[in-house]
């Protein structure tokens, strides 16, 4: 889950935000994510464990961004346009 500690989130944030603005297409980000999952499992080690704790982060980071992203997007779009049923 994405909700960490307020006073945890300062380590990340003007990191992730540097590299945001730098971001200019899905390859950018593609390759940030890949490069953090490189760099996570040469810190954790390959193993079962690393490799499926990082699947399941980001399997929960997608549904996180659809639930509170996507979703909300859509509902706007249906109102706007009518619903397809």
């Known amino acids: 889950m994405p909700y960490i500690y307020q006073n945890r989130r300062y380590l990340f944030d003007g990191y992730l935000e540097e590299i945001a603005v730098n971001i200019d297409s899905s390859g950018d980000l593609n390759y940030c994510i890949s490069k953090l999952l490189h760099l996570l499992v040469k810190k954790e080690g390959l193993r079962y464990e690393t490799i499926n704790s990082l699947m399941g982060t980001l399997d929960c980071a997608s ?7 996507a979703a909300p997007y859509e509902n706007l779009k249906e109102q706007d346009n009518g619903g397809l049923y």
Do not use: S
């Open 63 to 69: 549904k996180e961004f659809y639930r509170k992203v």
